[in-house]
């Protein structure tokens, strides 16, 4: 018997319906599940799931599953990655680059994964960790605790699968930052802000910034500004040994922002610090694939036909 823990976008009935079909044929079959739930009050519209999750402990489970979109994918990966579960997602998004199972595909990739032949992609993921001051967001909080290896024993710190982004926090104004590659200073922007992205994030808002886009597999991560002024505006590639510091110069503050989730404000003088974590996000595919077919289906979206 396994434990099956799912999570479903809210919004989206369709999602709900499979949900309850899932739960059924897994309970039939033997299996545990443990549905993690928003808070009612909480439920936003769009496709990432904003409020608290109740119920959002993975230990002891087998496998993590998402029904939704990106947004929902990415809102279990912090869960998932904590217990070191693998997670399967399931696209009921309009792109889903990151969900290859489509929802007429969840029982039967389901039956190889509890049998123990599904196939897995290992991701990269960001620790982010952050010194200095952080006034953390209202809502949601994806932090994990410390636990000596990333940060310190009760500080905080954050997994990204796609990217981290210090980000301007008044509309219309710039914000100014500096970056680092290990201790060596690199460059000062004035800009509306900074990224850094794993392989698998690089197709994300670092694609759209003007970044590269990286094969997901490869050890490295980039660092791209959004909007620079009066500055290189290109990206750097680090080798995944390496860690890039982000620091929040006089002037304003700046926002810190987690794979799409707006993690809180920092104030100047505080960085924010970006590193390999150590160890990688298992993610269940229901097929070898190649890298450049998806790729080359989210490029062209919404440009044929």
Known sequence: MATVAILVNPTRPDAGALAERTVKWLGEAGHEVRLLHLAPADRAAGDVPSGELAGSDLTGADLAVSLGGDGTFLRMVPLAYAARVPILGVNFGRLGYLLEVQPHQV???LTRTL?????YEERMVLAVTV???LTPAPGDDRSLAGDGLVCAKGDRWWVALNEMVTEKTVPGH???LATYVDTEEFLAYKADGVLVA?????????????GPVLEP????????PVAAHLAIQRSVVVPAGQVITVRVLAGRPAGLVVDGREAGRLTPGSSVVCRAAPER???VT??????????????????QG
Do not use: C, D, K, W
């Open 131 to 133: 010194t200095g001051t």
């Open 107 to 109: 029982h039967e990739v």
């Open 217 to 224: 597999s490869l050890p490295a991560f980039v660092m791209t």
């Open 281 to 283: 996000l298992r993610i």
């Open 174 to 176: 710039m914000v100014s």
């Open 286 to 303: 229901p097929s070898a694939r190649g890298f450049t077919a998806p790729l080359r289906r989210a490029l062209t979206l919404g440009t």
């Open 115 to 119: 049998a123990g032949t599904a196939r």
């Open 198 to 210: 794993t392989p698998t994030g690089s197709t994300a808002y670092n694609l759209s910034a003007g």
